[in-house]
Nanobody, 126 residues
């Protein structure tokens, strides 16, 4: 069983930075693909960024590419999302997700992930 706990959300202004963390317990950290998703009020959960198991290759939504950076620290069993140049459209609840068997072509599909954190709120004001 894999458990995920996010932290690091909060209030920010346009142009600010925040760093989210997701601590993983259980499973094999390096052999698990991991991702960040977000959900704004009244909208569906959307893909933000992912890192594929073993290779560590990273993938980003077009809306955040160049501003957000996903990374993982194997020694701490922790995944991060560094968010720079934040915009009001980045507001939402951010969730980390994990799955040891997801295929690369499905890495941006929320329904393919078996394990989820509880979410952390990010609010960006203009």
């Amino acid at each position: 069983q894999v458990s995920l706990v996010e932290s690091g959300g909060g209030l920010a202004q346009t142009g600010d930075s925040l760093r989210l963390s997701c601590v993983v317990s259980g499973g094999s950290f390096s052999r698990t693909s991991m991702a960040w998703f977000r959900q704004a009020p009244g909208k569906e959960r959307e893909f933000v960024a992912a890192t594929f198991r073993n290779t560590g290759n990273t993938y980003y939504a077009v809306s955040v590419k160049g501003r957000f950076t996903i990374s993982r620290d194997k020694a701490k069993n922790t995944m991060y999302l560094q968010m720079d140049n934040l915009k009001p459209d980045d507001t939402g609840i951010y969730y980390c997700a994990a799955d040891p068997t997801i295929i690369l072509s499905s890495i941006s599909e929320a329904r393919q992930y078996d394990y989820w954190g509880q979410g952390t709120q990010v609010t960006v004001s203009s």
